[in-house]
């Protein structure tokens, strides 16, 4: 069954330092995601992606978040320049059409530890 | 804002026995849906119950929707130790946003 996986499954960042999530999603997707985790919190939404562009954001997702879809495959967060309270979970998603009623499928995640 | 709120926050059964958790919002919806985490892993999307609908069911689980009392139940049949994970409920707002919002979730665990 296809699935959405994450890159690398752990990262270890230094506070102030860039860092670039890594995402493929699931092949005839349309509508990418991301959500974070804090550590003993609930999920939470950050970013929708669609046709090369954001569909919608949280206020999470400030000037210090970027998305790109690089190329046919991939999908990336970038946060450029962590701060410590940005260590947590991030989950990368995606849906065949966006339409509410499809699920969307989860990889399992990239765990952030900002130092 | 609308939120998803599971309760309990944990829930500890003995293996076959019946697991149920519940989850609250507080605005209205276009459908709730039901994930399962397993510990250090992303979620699997379980099953989905328009809002219309008022029961569903999936093999061992069965979901109800309240859209009076916005309310969902989510109920395991005859648990087995592999069913111990956190579960969470997801839901969209009508107006065609596409983000989940998530509850806090239960986090279940079955004993052999």
């Known amino acids: 069954e296809p699935e959405v996986t994450q890159t690398p499954s752990h990262q270890v960042t230094q506070m102030g330092q860039e860092v670039i999530l890594r995402c493929v999603p699931i092949?005839?997707?349309?509508?990418f995601y991301w959500y974070r985790q804090i550590l003993g919190q609930k999920v939470e939404f950050l970013v929708s992606?669609?046709?090369?562009?954001?569909?919608?954001k949280s206020e999470i997702f400030d000037d210090q978040f970027s998305v790109e879809r690089p190329d046919g495959s991939n999908f990336t967060l970038k946060i450029r320049s962590t701060k410590l309270e940005d260590s947590a979970m991030y989950f990368c998603?995606?849906?065949?059409?966006?339409?509410?009623?499809?699920?969307?499928?989860f990889g399992d995640g990239t765990r952030l530890s900002i130092l | 804002s609308q939120q998803g709120e599971e309760d309990p926050q944990a829930l500890s059964i003995q293996e076959g026995e019946n697991a149920t958790m519940n989850c609250s919002y507080k605005t209205s919806i276009n459908n709730l849906q039901w994930y399962r985490q397993n510990s250090g892993r992303g979620l699997v999307h379980l099953i989905l119950?328009?809002?219309?609908?008022r029961e569903k069911h999936s093999g061992r689980l069965r979901v109800t929707l309240d859209t009076s009392k916005k309310s969902s139940s989510l109920l395991i049949t005859a648990s087995r130790a592999a069913d111990t994970a956190s579960y969470f409920c997801?839901?969209?707002?009508?107006?065609?946003?596409?983000?989940?919002?998530f509850g806090q979730g239960t986090r279940l665990t079955i004993n052999p």
């Open positions: 092949s005839n997707h349309l509508y």
């Open positions: 998603a995606s849906s065949g059409t966006g339409h509410s009623n499809q699920p969307q499928h």
């Open positions: 997801a839901t969209y707002v009508i107006q065609g946003a596409q983000k989940l919002v």
């Open positions: 119950i328009r809002s219309n609908e």
């Open positions: 992606f669609y046709n090369n562009e954001i569909s919608e």
